[in-house]
């Protein structure tokens, strides 16, 4: 069993940053992972990352400009977000579950956190 907490989202203007986290990010050997759903959108993949982060692996949308990270000693998760633009604002969730199928897909995670909401004006 998980419980993730998501923290960290709010209004940034276009071009700025922020830093999502997720405290209780499962077990050190799982598979974590960011996902967002925008309004009127189905939820989407935004990073996912090993337990030893040697294969984060991003969308392409995010790529270059926001970065996956893992404190496993505090059981931690973060999403570094930079260059903000007004088409990332949606609900961030965190994820996390046993490694299997596609990173990408919702339905390969067991755990997610309530949302924490990113709004980016412009």
């Known amino acids: 069993q998980a419980q993730l907490v998501e923290s960290g989202g709010g209004l940034v203007q276009a071009g700025g940053s922020l830093r999502l986290s997720c405290a209780g990010s499962g077990r050190t050997n799982w598979r974590s992972g960011w996902f967002r759903q925008g309004p009127v959108k189905e939820r989407e993949f935004v990073a996912a990352v090993t337990w030893n982060l040697r294969t984060p692996l991003y969308a392409e949308a995010v790529q270059g400009r926001f970065t996956i990270s893992r404190d496993r000693t505090k059981n931690l998760m973060y999403l570094q977000m930079n260059n903000l633009k007004p088409e990332d604002t949606a609900v961030y969730y965190c994820?996390?579950?046993?490694?299997?199928?596609?990173?990408?897909?919702?339905?390969?995670?067991?755990?997610w956190g309530q949302g924490t909401q990113v709004t980016v004006s412009s």
């Open positions: 994820a996390s579950g046993p490694t299997r199928d596609s990173a990408t897909q919702p339905a390969s995670y067991d755990f």
